[in-house]
T-cell receptor, first 116, second 111 residues
């Protein structure tokens, strides 16, 4: 079974530039998550989708971050404009419906973003 | 506010030795607790899951325990190997499906 795919794996940009990350979840997984992981910390949830609807985006900095999941499959996360403090690893994960107890999240390899 | 605290923040042990990592939580209402292993440059991978009624779960050399009364969990690693060097993250989920992540313990196993 194919895992969660993410691209790119690494990205270096200058502050005030924009960047986009792509995620393809495991087939059949209705729930998709985007996390920000700063070095030495645990993943912090940015946004959670159930199919193509947003379940939780309470910690998403909406003035600069946006995410979409068209057709309930692939997802993109965008940052515009980027700030130095956005340097982190951005993890995508997917799972079956956590409301039914299926909350094992399967993570992609992440995208390491460096903002200069 | 739901919180998960892990200790120690980092740990260095010699190959072949045992170690125990701790996780304290205040997530309510509690549904389950998972331990994830995150290798450098990779995404986390689930090691064990425990529900309210389970107080121990093993996965090879990894044994997790749960005390739901004191809201504490531990992950014990037996006969450590170099490949155990990683970050170990405790994740506690509520019945709503919302999960709270700890900041992890970074384990380094030296030869």
């Amino acid at each position: 079974e194919a895992g969660v795919a993410q691209s790119p794996r690494y990205k270096i940009i200058e502050k005030r530039q924009s960047v986009a990350f792509w995620c393809n979840p495991i087939s059949g997984h209705a729930t998709l998550y985007w996390y920000q992981q700063i070095l030495g910390q645990g993943p912090k949830l940015l946004i959670q989708f159930q199919n193509n609807g947003v379940v939780d985006d309470s910690q998403l900095p909406k003035d600069r971050f946006s995410a979409e999941r068209l057709k309930g499959v692939d997802s993109t996360l965008k940052i515009q404009p980027a700030k130095l403090e956005d340097s982190a690893v951005y993890l995508c994960a997917s799972s079956l419906d956590p409301r039914e107890g299926y909350n094992e999240q399967f993570f992609g390899p992440g995208t390491r973003l460096t903002v200069l | 506010k739901n919180q998960v605290e892990q200790s120690p923040q980092s740990l260095i042990i010699l190959e072949g030795k045992n170690c125990t990592l701790q996780c304290n939580y205040t997530v309510s209402p509690f549904s389950n607790l998972r331990w994830y292993k995150q290798d450098t440059g990779r995404g986390p991978v689930s090691l064990t899951i425990m529900t309210f009624s389970e107080n121990t779960k093993s996965n090879g050399r990894y044994t997790a325990t749960l005390d739901a009364d004191t809201k504490q969990s531990s992950l014990h690693i037996t006969a450590s190997q170099l490949s155990d060097s990683a970050s170990y993250i405790c994740v506690v989920s509520a019945y709503s499906g919302k999960s709270t992540f700890g900041d992890g313990t970074t384990l380094t196993v030296k030869p």
